[in-house]
């Protein structure tokens, strides 16, 4: 079975900040096979990044991914007031898809 | 522009059988490189992918829920249909249709998805 582990639980940042986010994988990730979503309170989830490090339409610059075989990261360079909200990361393989558990990035 | 649109019952009781139906517009549920899952989300917790029709009508489940769900679609429609059968308030959750996008590189990703509906289980 695959897992996805993600860390931390909680990040307590402010604005401005720069925030990592971790996605540990059980076994590793074929090719680019690595995306990431944000929701956000009352809302559907919305895709920010695939194949590992690529944006989505419309998604700022400020967020990027990275990382290869296991261990994959989120990076929000300066968070704005909008992007507090959780965080998951999310992989393919063998015709099936697995979430991690989340992590929610809050105000400090 | 891409819509999905969850339908069902707001409310089932155990042992029931769940039937939810995804209206899709904007895309062809023919197309190679879309398919359409469906992923649930308990109140609170994180997500889980439950369900997933190819445009070839291959399927593929999660193997911790595989004996209770059924995925199907018609293409002429638009819709995509999931079943999942004994239900438990344990399954009570918002259920989303998302479109799953497929690319050599890049793997499968959801790139939109529906607003969601919550299933309630109780009796």
């Known amino acids: 079975e695959f897992v996805l582990t993600q860390s931390p639980g909680t990040l307590s940042l402010s604005p401005g900040e720069r925030a990592t986010l971790s996605c540990r994988a059980s076994?590793?990730?074929?090719?680019?096979?690595l995306a990431w979503y944000q929701q956000k309170p009352g809302q559907a989830p919305r895709l920010l990044i695939y194949?590992?490090?690529d944006r989505a339409t419309g998604i700022p610059d400020r967020f990027s991914g990275s990382g290869s075989g296991t261990d994959f990261t989120l990076t929000i360079s300066r968070l704005e007031p909008e992007d507090f909200a959780v965080y998951y990361c999310?992989?393919?393989?063998?015709?099936?898809?697995?979430f991690g558990q989340g992590t929610k990035v809050e105000i400090k | 522009q891409v819509t999905l649109k969850e339908s069902g019952p707001v409310l089932v009781k155990p042992t029931e059988t769940l039937t939810l139906t995804c209206t899709v517009s904007?895309?062809?549920?023919?197309?190679?490189?879309?398919?359409v899952s469906w992923i649930r989300q308990p109140p609170g917790k994180a997500l889980e992918w439950l369900a997933h029709?190819?445009?070839?009508?291959?399927?593929s489940y999660s193997a911790s829920l595989e004996s209770r769900l059924t995925i199907s679609k018609d293409t002429s429609k638009r819709q995509v249909v999931l079943t999942m059968t004994n239900m438990d308030p344990v399954d009570t959750a918002y259920y989303y249709c998302?479109?799953?996008?497929?690319?050599?590189?890049?793997?499968?990703?959801?790139?939109?998805w529906g607003q969601g509906t919550l299933v309630t289980v109780s009796s």
């Open positions: 029709v190819f445009s070839n009508d291959d399927t």
């Open positions: 999310q992989q393919y393989g063998s015709s099936r898809w697995t």
């Open positions: 998302v479109r799953g996008t497929w690319g050599a590189r890049e793997g499968s990703y959801f790139d939109h």
């Open positions: 076994q590793s990730i074929r090719s680019s096979y």
């Open positions: 904007g895309f062809s549920l023919s197309n190679a490189r879309m398919g």
């Open positions: 194949g590992v490090s």
